[in-house]
């Protein structure tokens, strides 16, 4: 039998009930052998919405994290940008010298949603707040490393702070979705569309709804919806059992 491992997975705002909301999902994969440990920011910004926040956050976290980092074998910050947690973290010595895993929600995310896609189409990215827009964008281009890539289709927004998502009410919600998926998929041949929040856990039918209500059930039904949340711990799993 595998020997059991443990991932943490680290909510960087200060916002309880957003961590709480990360569990279902993560439970969902039935990962069975290994064990789950949540955090949330102790202090901080409730809501990451620029790059300031992504700073601010990275430094109210750290020092409360360096004790847990000998605890675990991989880490997942749930935050869909390039949070300077990944790199800050991926660069400790005792996560270097122990070879522990660590990825972010969008990085996952990304990689997984190039793997899913077939020959000609491209993958997109729903968000919150429309800075998120530019922002995104500029970090997918740095991950691939390209100022451009076909298989990249952009990145569209609600206009709704990750807070509001689930304070607003589902029809607001629903209705901001389904403008921002429709203008996705009226970009291009999409076959993959990243939820580019982490507060945008479990909204999957409702962009499923919004798909097919664009593109029709057959096409609709068919582009994955990938959730960086489950895209990172999926990768965890295996990145934390194989022998670099």
């Not at 990451?48 to 992504?54: E, G, K, L």
């Amino acid at each position: 039998m595998a020997s059991r491992k443990s991932i943490l997975i680290i909510n960087p705002n200060s916002t309880q009930s957003m961590t709480d909301g990360l569990k279902p999902l993560v439970d969902s994969l039935h990962f069975h052998n290994t064990t789950y440990t949540y955090f949330t920011a102790p202090s901080g910004p409730p809501s990451i919405n620029s790059a300031t926040d992504t700073t601010a956050s990275a430094q109210h976290c750290l020092p409360s994290l360096l004790h847990l980092l000998p605890h675990h074998d991989g880490f997942l910050i749930a935050c869909y940008s390039a949070h300077p947690l990944v790199a800050l973290l991926q660069a400790h010595e005792t996560v270097r010298a122990g070879k522990k895993m660590v990825t972010g929600i969008f990085e996952a995310s990304v990689a997984t949603s190039l793997q899913c896609l077939a020959p000609g189409e491209r993958f997109g990215i729903v968000s919150t707040g429309q800075a998120w827009e530019a922002m995104l964008s500029e970090a997918v281009r740095d991950f691939l490393g390209a100022e451009t890539s076909a298989r990249f289709a952009g990145v569209e927004t609600t206009g709704l702070t990750a807070v509001e998502l689930h304070d607003v009410g589902a029809e607001v919600v629903g209705e901001r979705m389904r403008e921002a998926v429709g203008r996705l998929v009226r970009r291009g041949e999409i076959g993959a569309v990243c939820l580019g929040c982490a507060g945008m856990a479990g909204m999957n039918e409702m962009v499923r709804g919004a798909l097919v209500g664009e593109l029709g059930g057959e096409k609709g039904g068919r582009v994955k919806i990938v959730d960086g949340v489950q895209a990172g711990v999926a990768w965890l799993e295996g990145a934390i059992r194989m022998e670099f």
